[in-house]
């Protein structure tokens, strides 16, 4: 039944490499002639190298993709946007294949050009799944773009609210069937997260309430919208960055609340979450001292990744990072260190490291020297190949 899987998916593959290229806006370069080489079989962990599997954990911005930009330059990412895979990305990809690649708006010109980009996403090596953050309101890549005519809502906070779950079932439910209808896999939503510190500038109304209770009802009937349509949501931001009054983007965040307070309200919407069969969830930079004892951020703490949220809490799905280029974890820490940390801490995937590369090195190393258990890398991957298993399902 796999062979006859992967056969259909290589046909389906082949047959859409010959279909007329879409019009491309004239001042990008024609995309290079794509090499329908796709080797992916959800059966194929046991003749994966080390690398190859680690490299399944990473997921990258695109342009980490082009291993010609130097490092200056993938900080400067917006100035050199992927909008369509070259045939350098695809003898790179051959080498380090990412597990996924995230959109960007700045990625994205028009309905033709995104899903034409997907496609050669998922033509390249093992199969990358597309990922995007499309929760609507304010974070919304696609539905923000005026060349797709979108109808977009104010804010998670304004539709949420009063706890109204047909209008959040619709909202989503229009978000899934156009990230299907483009070829998008994962969304990072639903913000799970409690909106209860006015001064809070990095979550604010992307909750969907300052009630835990409603902030849970209204996260969940979210995720089932997605789910509903075929796309993979995700929980954010573990432990809750709705309380904090600094952005972890910039820098150090922190919550001062104990556990018990922190199971009052911020893990509220999470257990409701895992309750009702959520499968991903995403960690959040902040650091917990009073639940912890210590200033590590979530993503690198064994204690809040393992002990809380897979041991009390039960959640055995995909635990994701927030992105590791962002400045509580790349201001403070070797971001290939970091990628390595977070594996120990419980992490299955590690969220864009500028230079992939480097991570994927350093993690592989942390393999080779017994740090971490090839076992361990083995738990994640297997989780990671059955959710592809069921992204590649659509094209069959």
């Known amino acids: 039944m796999k062979r006859r899987l992967l056969f259909f998916f290589s046909f389906f593959i082949l047959l859409t490499a010959c279909q007329k290229e879409p019009v491309h806006n004239p001042v990008e370069p024609t995309p290079q002639p794509q090499e329908e080489t796709f080797t992916y079989s959800v059966d194929s962990l046991s003749s994966m190298s080390l690398l190859e599997k680690v490299s399944q954990m990473v997921f990258v911005r695109g342009e980490s993709l082009n291993a010609t930009l130097t490092p200056e330059e993938l900080k400067n990412y917006t100035s050199h946007p992927l909008r369509y895979v070259t045939n350098v990305i695809r003898e790179s990809q051959k080498e380090y294949p990412a597990g996924g690649v995230v959109l960007f708006a700045h990625n994205i010109t028009g309905p033709f050009q995104l899903s034409d980009l997907c496609r050669q996403i998922h033509s390249l090596k093992d199969f990358p799944l597309v990922c995007i953050d499309e929760e609507g309101g304010t974070v919304a890549r696609i539905a923000r773009n005026s060349a797709f005519g979108i109808s977009n809502f104010s804010s998670c906070y304004d539709i949420g609210n009063y706890g109204d779950k047909v209008r959040v079932e619709s909202a ?174 419980g992490s299955d995937i590690v969220l864009m490291p500028l230079d992939y590369r480097k991570a994927v090195d350093a993690i592989v190393a942390a393999v080779k020297t017994g740090r971490i258990p090839e076992e361990r890398i083995d738990q994640s991957v297997r989780k990671i190949l059955k959710l592809k298993e069921k992204a590649i399902a659509r094209y069959l």
Not at 206 to 224: C, E, K, N
Not at 229 to 250: A, L, V
Request: some cysteine; charged content about 20%.
């Open 172 to 345: 989503a439910d229009n978000i899934g069937s156009y990230l299907y209808k483009y070829g998008i896999d994962v969304d990072f939503a639903p913000v799970a997260d409690v909106f209860t510190n006015p001064e809070n500038t990095v979550i604010g109304k992307r909750a969907f309430s300052s009630d835990p209770v409603i902030a849970g009802d209204m996260a969940l009937t979210f995720y089932d919208a997605l789910k509903k349509n075929g796309i993979q949501g995700c929980y954010k931001h573990f432990p809750g960055h709705g309380d904090t009054s600094t952005d972890s983007h910039y820098g150090y965040a922190e919550t001062l609340k104990t556990w018990k307070e922190m199971l009052d309200c911020e893990m509220i919407p999470f257990k409701k979450g895992i309750d009702g069969g959520v499968s991903m969830i995403m960690t959040a930079h902040i650091s917990a001292p009073q639940v912890t004892g210590e200033s590590t951020p979530a993503t690198l703490s064994k204690a809040i990744l393992t002990d809380k949220l897979r041991g009390e809490l039960g959640f055995n799905g995909i635990i994701i990072t927030d992105a590791m280029e962002m400045g509580a974890i790349s201001n403070m820490y070797g971001v290939p260190e970091a990628c390595v940390l977070s594996i120990l801490a």
